[in-house]
């Protein structure tokens, strides 16, 4: 999601807001180290020489959301913010965007596929095609004002010619309203959140449904509302297992500019399972028990949301990325100089990637740490960790 508050005033109100005080240390010999650990265990994760770097500084914001990392061709995916697609002509949009040789030569080539508009986040994830099992990213897009291609799911290849494929566009008779993040489960189901940002920033028309979480089910061609009752879920994320799913509620958020103080900027956690059918049998899944899982203590709420196969949950909200573990207790924090990012994700074991809109960071820490769904057992060099 854009982000449409000034940073300045965000970490005014996060000075006066006090965090929290248990096992605070800053790593390093620098006062200004990027690193906070509020416990142990974040002191394993970073390891012994935690490091944030610079992979790209330009002029325009090509490094805003998306962060997925392809292992067999050591490529990151990113999606820019509204940038100039047509020379000579008053039109924007966000575009895929794909860094090359991260961990060689870096360089990056923007991808102006036409066929989707305006995407937003991805993963990547495992496809059943006519050959055997695909190797593919699963992207939402918001879509345009004229629906013209819609916005909703999608299937990317990450490979020339980066075959695009719509997977759900729309609710039976209605458009989504602004697809904004995508999990997917181990089973093959994905999950998508869909707020109504885009209305709100002139992208789309009018909305014709709640902000709710959807669920695709590729085996089966369907959809169905998955979560309902949240104000604006943006960021989504799911355990090792699958069992678990994580929704950021960033309703502090209008859209608009302002700041609604009593608004939510709760991460909630869920469990997807099979319930009774009432006839002996279970039926499902079905997302339920919501609970409350965490709230960083800033006022960004948790636009993008990942989770590493230890079960800990990385948030990046409007001061940094705050890392909890599965009982949504504290572990750290990293702050990031950005401006206008909105998401995160994992390269090769111990390294994070963060969208600072023009700049993209790389996190350097621990090879223990690794993100869930980021590596395929058949990839070359998978880690042990990895399973499947």
């Known amino acids: 999601m854009r982000t449409s508050v000034s940073r300045s005033l965000l970490l005014a109100i996060a000075s006066l807001s006090g965090g929290y005080s248990a096992h605070v240390s800053r790593r390093g010999s620098s006062s200004a180290s990027p690193f906070t650990s509020y416990s142990p265990a974040f002191d394993t994760i970073l390891g012994t020489g935690p490091k944030l770097s610079v992979v790209f500084n330009q002029s325009e914001r090509l490094f805003y959301e998306g962060g997925i990392y392809h292992p067999p061709t050591d490529s990151l995916f990113t999606v820019s913010d509204r940038i100039s697609i047509s020379p000579g002509r008053n039109d924007s949009a966000q575009v895929l965007v794909r860094v090359a040789n991260v961990h060689t030569w870096p360089s990056y080539e923007i991808l102006n596929l036409t066929s989707i508009s305006n995407p937003i986040s991805g993963v990547r994830y495992q496809g059943q095609g006519a050959n055997g099992t695909d190797d593919l990213m699963a992207f939402v897009a918001w879509g345009n004002s004229k629906n013209d291609p819609p916005g909703g799911l999608y299937s990317i290849s990450p490979y020339p010619p980066y075959e695009v494929k719509p997977l759900t566009t729309a609710l039976g008779v209605y458009h989504y309203n602004a697809p904004d993040d995508v999990t997917v489960l181990p089973d093959g189901t994905m999950y998508f959140t869909d707020p109504t940002y885009g209305y709100q920033e002139g992208l789309r028309p009018d909305p014709l449904l709640p902000n709710q979480v959807y669920r695709y089910d590729a085996a089966t061609n ?19 297992d699958g069992i678990v799913l994580y929704i950021g509620d960033t309703g502090a958020r209008t859209g608009d500019g302002s700041l609604d103080y009593q608004g939510p900027r709760t991460t909630y956690g869920f469990d997807v399972k099979n319930v009774s059918s009432g006839a002996g049998g279970s039926a499902g899944p079905f997302v339920t028990n919501r609970r409350v899982f965490a709230m960083p203590y800033d006022l960004g709420a948790n636009d993008g949301l990942k989770t590493d196969l230890a079960g800990n949950v990385w948030g990046l909200s409007a001061t940094g990325v705050f890392v909890w573990n599965a009982s949504g207790d504290l572990l750290g924090h990293i702050s990031v100089p950005t401006e206008d990012g909105g998401n995160i994700g994992f390269g090769r074991p111990g390294e994070l990637f963060i969208n600072g809109g023009n700049v993209l960071y790389r996190v350097t820490m621990d090879d223990s740490v690794i993100g869930t769904g980021v590596w395929f057992a058949s990839d070359a060099g998978a880690p042990s960790q990895v399973s499947g």
Request: net charge positive.
């Open 222 to 240: 369907t959809t169905r509302v998955a979560v309902d009752g949240l104000v604006r879920p943006n960021g989504i994320a799911h355990s090792p």
